[in-house]
């Protein structure tokens, strides 16, 4: 069977797109809500730190706990008895991908827990500022590149890892490397960045033990070769600073 000239054209044309996305790890589809890449549920965290001799808070005040990575502002009302916060951290040896983004910090449940006999507050009455630090170094792959700090966004989990939520009020201090969003403390939570634009937000949902589809716009081949010059434009840019850095 033969082909018109133009066909061979095309298809070459596509053909060699997609090879070039392969390489460069480009997503062809423009996902808009949900992203799955495999099971995100994690193992939960098995020590938590200490139980202080007195409460972080005490009960309906206000107060600024600081606890290992973790920083929670709470308002008067939060909490309607005397608590401490706990943080306990699981392993991240198996980053989470949702979508473009990757888990670049541990995943850490963090919770509200009674003074009086340390169990769990599931349901606080009000939203926290709850502020994540990480370290420059976490965004560090392939030796030499790092994955952008503005794009950070602080996820969370209250169903051990069953969904997971981008926060949309994540605000990133870069000059402090901390991630903060306002949202309740009661469940588990990661940062996550990609090479995307920081407005790009993405949810995850496993149903019945069965991974969603990705919502797509679908595939426009414009659209496609902008996102591959970009892709490829800030790949060049993070290897040629690497290499002019050593003269």
């Known amino acids: 069977m033969k082909y018109s000239s133009s066909f ?22 423009y996902h808009v809500s949900k992203g799955i890449l495999g099971a995100k549920t994690y193992t939960a965290p098995t020590t938590f730190t200490g139980k202080p001799s007195s409460p972080d808070i005490i009960h309906d005040q206000g107060a600024i706990v600081k606890r290992d990575n973790f920083s929670i502002t709470t308002a008067p009302g939060t909490v309607p008895f005397d608590s401490y916060v706990s943080v306990g951290c699981s392993s991240s ?6 979508a473009n983004y990757w ?24 939203s926290s500022i709850v502020s994540r630090k990480y370290t420059v170094e976490s965004l560090r792959y392939f030796g030499v590149f790092f994955l952008p700090e503005t794009s950070l966004k602080l996820v969370k989990s209250t169903d051990g890892g069953q969904t997971w939520t981008m926060l949309r009020n994540s605000v990133v201090d870069i000059e402090n490397d901390t991630v ?7 469940g ?14 993405y949810s995850y949902s496993e149903v019945k033990g069965v991974s969603t589809p990705y919502q797509s716009e679908g595939f ?13 434009s800030k790949i060049t840019t993070s290897l040629l600073n690497t290499i002019f850095s050593f003269y």
């Open 103 to 126: 888990q670049v910090t541990p995943i850490c449940e963090v919770f509200f827990r009674s003074q009086h006999n340390d169990a769990k507050y599931l349901s606080p009455l009000k």
């Open 93 to 98: 040896s198996n980053p989470i991908s949702i």
């Open 8 to 29: 061979l054209a095309t298809f070459s044309i596509f053909f060699t797109t997609f090879v070039i996305a392969i390489l460069f790890n480009v997503n062809v589809f």
């Open 220 to 232: 426009t081949f414009t659209g496609f070769m902008k996102k591959l010059n970009s892709t490829i």
């Open 180 to 186: 903060s969003a306002i949202t309740e403390a009661n």
């Open 188 to 201: 588990a939570f990661m940062l996550m960045t990609g090479f995307v634009e920081p407005t790009t937000y």
